[in-house]
Every structure is written in C-alpha cells, then in structure tokens.
C-alpha cells in the first residue's frame, strides 16, 4: 500500500495519542503517519503551512466502508432481497452511524481543527466526526489492507452491525434509538429542469435533501449529467 504525505514528524505525545486510538479499534499500525493524516482537518491544514488533509483518506475510507459493508451483508443473509440489503447499507453507512461510532472510540481526542472551527464546537459535529471516522478507514486500508480495513469497520460499527443483523426492520425505532438512521423516506421532486420546465422524478428524502434512487450517499441528481455537486460525500457535504 502506498502511503500519503506525512509533513513533519511527529513527537512522542502524539505518536501515544494516535496509539492508544489504533488499540481502540484492533489495529497496529506500521506506519502511524497514515493515522495522523486521517485527523487533520482542512481548517487547521489552512493555518499549518497547507499540509495534506484528511479529505483524500476520507474518499477512500468511504468507498472502502460501501464495500466492506456491502459484502458483509451480502454473504450473511443470502435470501435476502437486493432492496433490504439497499435498506440495511443505508442504516449503516450514515453520518449519524458513524458520528456515533467516532464518539464511542473518542475521536474527538485525536482530531486536529483550525482555531475558528475548533471554538464552534467542531470536535462534536457529526459531520467532522462521520468523515474523520472514514478517513480512519482509509488509513487502515493503506497500512494493513482489505482485511484489515473490514476488522475495523466491525470494531467501529460493531453494536449496528449486530442490531441489523439480528433482523431488525432498519426503520423501526429500535435502530433510530441505537444510533443508525433507517431507511430514507421516497418522495416525489422535481430533481430535473429542462426546456419544459420542472419533472418529478421519484427520489429520497436525506437530512431535508433529495438523492435519486437507493443508493446511499454516494450519488446525487446531477451527478449523471456532469453536476458541480460533490456526489461522494452524499448527505454530508454541506454541513461542513
């Protein structure tokens, strides 16, 4: 696996700070750098000499979960339907889900903000937490692999997985109450305007926002025709 840009090197408080988060999640790092990447903020990257932040991590750490997750669920429940197994992903893969992980393992410890986002309470958003705990995939993927990155993501999501596949209706509100968000309510939007005006087109209802299909947060309505919005972050892209 090739590793990402690590700027300085780090000092002995950090390097024990960020191994005592690899212990919380089951993973010895060869190279604790990638760890360190996958906590720096944009915002203290800004007021740091511009170094890398943890956006790139975060991008392979989310396709790394939408595959690890997908597969779980595909081989565990082998009748399962291809629109429960759709359901079931979303109640996984989700910024409420993984915020919630992010916290049980305190995150919040390692995180590195800018000044500004610090003092607005960033090390609580959901938003900052979900895409740290996905960059934290990512660095897993780097430095030990699939294998490796799939022990994390049990570690992490652990008390979901096991509420999901005991056979609980991702809706109900058992599953809201654990801290994973049920299945997206359908909902009819215009999501396209052409030379005719406005077409309803059927979609799903995210956070007040409308995505097409069922296909988790990884695909947005303009997307197909080349659209300026950041179709991988889905749901959370805005909340930064």
Same mark, same amino acid.
């Given at each position: ?47 740091? !000499? ?63 903000? !800018? ?5 607005? !309470?960033?090390?609580?958003? $959901?938003?900052?937490?979900?895409? &740290? &705990? ?39 509100? $058992? ?51 080349? !659209? ?13």
């Amino acid at each position: 696996m090739s590793s990402v840009d690590s700027g300085d090197a780090l000092d002995g408080d950090r390097v024990a700070l960020l191994a005592a988060l690899a212990d919380r999640i089951d993973h010895e790092f060869a190279d604790i750098t990638q760890l360190e990447i996958a906590f720096r903020h944009r915002s203290w990257c800004a007021e740091n !000499g511009g170094l890398a932040s943890n956006e790139r991590l975060e991008f392979l750490g989310d396709a790394v979960l939408q595959l690890v997750v997908t597969e779980r669920l595909f081989t565990t429940d082998p009748p399962a339907p291809e629109g429960l197994l759709a359901q079931r992903r979303a109640a996984l893969v989700n910024t409420r889900a993984l915020a919630g992980a992010g916290r049980r393992i305190d995150l919040a410890s390692c995180l590195l903000l !800018g000044r500004g986002e610090a003092a607005t !309470g960033g090390a609580e958003k $959901e938003s900052i937490l979900a895409d &740290c &705990c996905e960059a934290v995939i990512g660095a897993v993927y780097l430095d030990g692999g699939l294998s490796a990155a799939a022990s994390a993501v049990a570690r992490l999501l652990g008390p979901e997985i096991a509420h999901v596949e005991s056979g609980a209706d991702p809706g109900d509100p $058992e599953v809201a109450a654990a801290g994973v968000c049920g299945p997206p309510a359908r909902t009819h939007a215009p999501l396209q305007r052409g030379r005719r005006g406005a077409r309803p087109r059927e979609g799903i209802l995210r956070d007040g926002r409308v995505q097409r299909g069922g296909l988790g947060r990884g695909q947005w309505p303009d997307q197909e025709r080349g !659209g300026a919005s950041r179709g991988r972050r889905g749901t959370r892209t805005a909340h930064r």
